[in-house]
């Protein structure tokens, strides 16, 4: 009987330590949770052209002027910064660009926005940014969302054009 106590209680303390050692913290969600966007965006088709991977930060009332300041480099999004693939050749807002991943950068101004690809890869923010690292800067069409978009968002057309919007600011890229 002895012998049947001691080895339940070893057996009680193998796992209770076992436990202890092996149990996972998983974090909460995050506040400006990642997304993707792609073109084709339909799900069925494999064969993508294009794909941005971006995190989404949310307005909740607060000023889209403060979070992306007017003339200096914003990473289009939160965290780190949204990288767009192009899975082909293609032209970005006018301009050649090969087929390989990039950092999406943009300086919000009134009246245009510059986009930018750069060659900076797994960057957080744009603290590190370096216009030396540039592929291609061209000017986003500017229009206005008569629904405030809270969540920031992206988005392609049928036609490929890239949508960026964020509060009633919506910029479009045309991609060929």
Same mark, same amino acid.
């Given at each position: 009987? /002895?012998?049947?106590?001691?080895?339940?209680?070893?057996?009680?303390?193998?796992?209770?330590?076992?436990?202890?050692?092996?149990?996972?913290?998983?974090?909460?969600?995050?506040?400006?949770?990642?997304?993707?966007?792609? =073109?084709?965006?339909?799900?069925?088709?494999?064969? /993508?052209?294009?794909?941005?991977?971006?995190?989404?930060?949310?307005?909740?009332?607060?000023?889209?002027?403060?979070?992306?300041?007017?003339?200096? #480099?914003?990473?289009?999004?939160?965290?780190? &910064? &949204?990288?767009?693939?192009?899975?082909?050749?293609?032209?970005?807002?006018?301009?050649?660009? /090969?087929?390989?991943?990039?950092?999406?950068?943009?300086?919000?101004?009134?009246?245009?926005?510059?986009?930018?690809?750069?060659? &900076?890869?797994?960057?957080?923010?744009?603290? =590190?940014? %370096?216009?030396?690292?540039?592929? #291609?800067?061209? %000017?986003?069409?500017? +229009?206005?969302?008569?629904?405030?978009?809270? &969540?920031?968002? +992206?988005? =392609?057309?049928?036609?490929?054009?890239?949508?960026?919007?964020?509060?009633?600011?919506? #910029?479009?890229?045309?991609?060929?």
């Amino acid at each position: 009987m /002895k012998k049947n106590v001691l080895v339940i209680a070893l057996f009680a303390m193998a796992v209770l330590f076992s436990n202890e050692t092996t149990a996972q913290k998983f974090e909460g969600l995050d506040k400006s949770p990642m997304d993707a966007a792609s =073109f084709p965006s339909n799900y069925k088709i494999s064969d /993508k052209i294009v794909k941005v991977v971006y995190s989404r930060p949310q307005l909740n009332g607060r000023s889209m002027a403060k979070l992306a300041p007017a003339g200096k #480099v914003w990473r289009l999004g939160a965290n780190e &910064a &949204a990288e767009i693939t192009f899975y082909k050749d293609v032209i970005f807002g006018g301009k050649k660009v /090969k087929a390989g991943s990039y950092s999406l950068f943009a300086i919000p101004n009134e009246g245009n926005w510059t986009v930018i690809l750069s060659t &900076a890869k797994n960057v957080w923010g744009s603290y =590190f940014y %370096k216009q030396e690292e540039d592929v #291609v800067r061209v %000017k986003g069409e500017l +229009m206005s969302s008569m629904a405030n978009i809270n &969540a920031f968002s +992206m988005t =392609f057309d049928k036609d490929m054009n890239l949508f960026m919007g964020w509060g009633n600011t919506i #910029v479009k890229v045309s991609i060929k």
